[in-house]
């Protein structure tokens, strides 16, 4: 079996070093792989655990650590970025297979006190001055961030975070499918060139080619970005940008064209509500506050002082272009004031 196990996981193009293999991955390779990983992952932290903090070094712990968690993230982030390219049935359900273990898996180790605690040790050996710079970022790093998943918290709250954070991964990939189905779902079938006047050859081409392999003639467009950015920018029938704009614009809403079918509003709410819940758990005011942990600025206030600066800043050279954009288009025959579908045309 063991012999069976290795083999299969050599066998996996989501296990082997080097760069992602796209050509060779498929949906039945993601959840093997990221269960392998989780494995091996778990293994090096039960060696931490038994460890005597005499024996605890930067090499054992820290970049033991730092392998395992870059071949998961690796192969994650790219299944992740398959099931978004490739948006097939087969893919999403890969993605969702392997979400709840990702997401649990992450919870369990972020609240491993054990492990925590090896962390502390390292942080406070005799020769932690003496480390390279980014050693002593990355261990405090660590530390904050156990912190933040409520380490050293009752085990009523951490039970409580874990099973927020499991639930924000579920909406999380919720809300991306929905986008992603909003997307694809709004489709416009042009019988005639002339109504795409304006298009480069390139991206008519590819309506083209869209239309044939949905057995049509003529032009598909929908809301990828190709399609969407070529209307925006180079159709000349007005009519027709505000079309696309607006149902660009309101994807996965409550508004527009596909108004409530992929709505994202209620989703967006509970997301709300739980970032909410699990910073005040923690001991914050809001999740702003939570946020702010590990950023630069040190306050909410400080953010909003900034982005007012900025705005003063920006805002009258904004007009001025715009003013300028303005008398040009004007020279063209545009109506004004200039709307947001108006922009990249001109």
Request: glycine content about 4%; some cysteine.
């Amino acid at each position: 079996m063991a012999n069976s196990s290795s083999n299969s996981h050599s066998s996996n193009p989501l296990m082997t070093s080097g760069l992602p293999q796209f050509q060779s991955i498929q949906p039945q390779h993601a959840q093997p792989a990221v269960e392998a990983m989780i494995e091996a992952y778990r293994d090096i932290i039960k060696k931490i655990e038994v460890m005597p903090e005499a024996a605890l070094d930067y090499d054992n712990v820290v970049w033991a650590e730092a392998i395992a968690d870059d071949a998961l993230s690796n192969a994650w982030s790219t299944i992740g970025h398959l099931n978004r390219v490739m948006n097939t049935e087969d893919w999403r359900n890969a993605f969702q297979a392997c979400l709840p273990l990702i997401s649990s898996f992450s919870t369990e180790r972020a609240q491993n006190q054990r492990l925590y605690r090896a962390y502390e040790v390292l942080s406070e050996r005799d020769d932690f001055a003496e480390q390279p710079a980014a050693i002593q970022a990355a261990i405090q790093h660590q530390l904050k961030d156990f912190k933040l998943s409520g380490v050293d918290q009752p085990q009523s709250i951490r039970d409580q975070l874990k099973e927020h954070s499991l639930r924000l991964s579920e909406l999380s990939n919720q809300f991306g499918n929905h986008v992603m189905d909003a997307t694809d779902g709004f489709q416009v079938h042009f019988e005639n060139v002339e109504e795409l006047e304006g298009l480069p050859a390139d991206a008519l081409a590819q309506m083209a080619a869209r239309s044939k392999s949905a057995g049509q003639s003529g032009y598909v467009a929908d809301l990828s970005l190709p399609s969407y950015r070529a209307i925006v920018t180079y159709a000349d029938d007005r009519a027709l940008r505000e079309k696309f704009y607006e149902a660009y614009a309101t994807r996965a809403s409550n508004k527009g064209p596909q108004a409530g079918q992929f709505d994202n509003t209620p989703i967006v709410s509970e997301i709300i509500r739980l970032r909410h819940e699990m910073a005040v758990l923690l001991g914050f005011e809001h999740h702003a506050a939570y946020r702010l942990e590990r950023r630069m600025a040190d306050s909410v206030e400080s953010i909003e002082s900034f982005l007012k600066d900025l705005v003063d800043k920006a805002q009258p050279i904004a007009q001025q272009q715009l003013q300028t954009l303005t008398d040009f288009a004007q020279t063209k025959g545009a109506s004004v004031p200039l709307a947001p579908w108006d922009m990249a045309y001109y």
